[in-house]
């Protein structure tokens, strides 16, 4: 069975630091990695997608890949309190596959 | 301007009767999906249409439904609710494999 894995947190960061969020997935299959940011009562909004090895910067964010380990993280530099929400991460195989998520990471940025 | 449209935002429905749930899109994609989301839960993968070929989840339940009548709309249809299908219903639309799904609005589902 697919599973990605996520820490639920709360993961509580200072305002202007870097908030650095992890998961881990079991299907090898896996192709493409996504993370998805979702404000309570809201629908996910994506943040970022990833789909080799290495890293992928998008403005303040940035996301890393390494299929070897199974492991995609995000990392957050200078946080703000609007990045206060829960972070989901996706993984999706080849084909019209759906997304398998985890179960998100709450994230609490302290002005 | 909204790309994937869901219909109602809200909706409250008695035990046992019969509901269903609209979604729209302009973004001319292929492939549509249906996740469930329970409080404080990830969203699961209930079914998706590949243009008008349906899949089925293994593990969803009977009771749901879905309809694609053309590309644009889907449906979700749940026969008998019950207490425990209530949730956030989210529609996703994706293009080409592997590119990004774009969420609706989600529809929540509130079972009395």
């Known amino acids: 069975q697919k599973e990605v894995e996520q820490n639920s947190g709360p993961l509580s960061v200072p305002e202007g630091a870097i908030a650095s969020l992890n998961c881990t997935y079991s299907?090898?299959?896996?192709?493409?990695f996504f993370w998805y940011r979702q404000y309570s009562g809201k629908s996910p909004e994506l943040i970022m997608s990833?789909?080799?090895?290495g890293d992928k910067e998008d403005g303040r964010f940035t996301a890393q890949l390494n299929k070897a380990s199974q492991y995609v993280s995000l990392l957050i530099r200078d946080s703000q309190p609007s990045d206060s929400a829960t972070y989901l991460c996706?993984?999706?195989?080849?084909?019209?596959?759906?997304?398998?998520f985890g179960k998100g990471t709450h994230l609490i940025i302290q002005p | 301007d909204a790309m994937v449209i869901q219909n109602p935002r809200y909706q409250v429905t008695q035990f046992g009767k019969p509901v269903t749930l609209s979604c729209s899109q302009t973004?001319?994609?292929?492939?549509m999906y249906w996740y469930q989301q329970k409080s404080s839960q990830a969203p699961k993968l209930l079914f998706h249409?590949?243009?008008?070929?349906?899949?089925n989840e293994a593990d969803t339940p009977d009771n749901f439904q879905s309809r694609r009548p053309n590309t644009s709309f889907c449906f979700l249809d749940i026969r008998s609710p019950g207490l425990g299908d209530a949730a956030m219903y989210l529609c996703?639309?994706?293009?080409?494999?592997?590119?990004?799904?774009?969420f609706g609005p989600g529809t929540r589902l509130l079972v009395l």
């Open positions: 973004l001319n994609h292929n492939v």
């Open positions: 996703a639309t994706r293009g080409r494999a592997g590119e990004t799904q774009y």
């Open positions: 996706a993984a999706s195989g080849g084909g019209a596959d759906g997304l398998t």
């Open positions: 990833i789909y080799s090895n």
């Open positions: 249409y590949y243009d008008k070929d349906f899949n």
């Open positions: 299907d090898r299959g896996s192709q493409s």
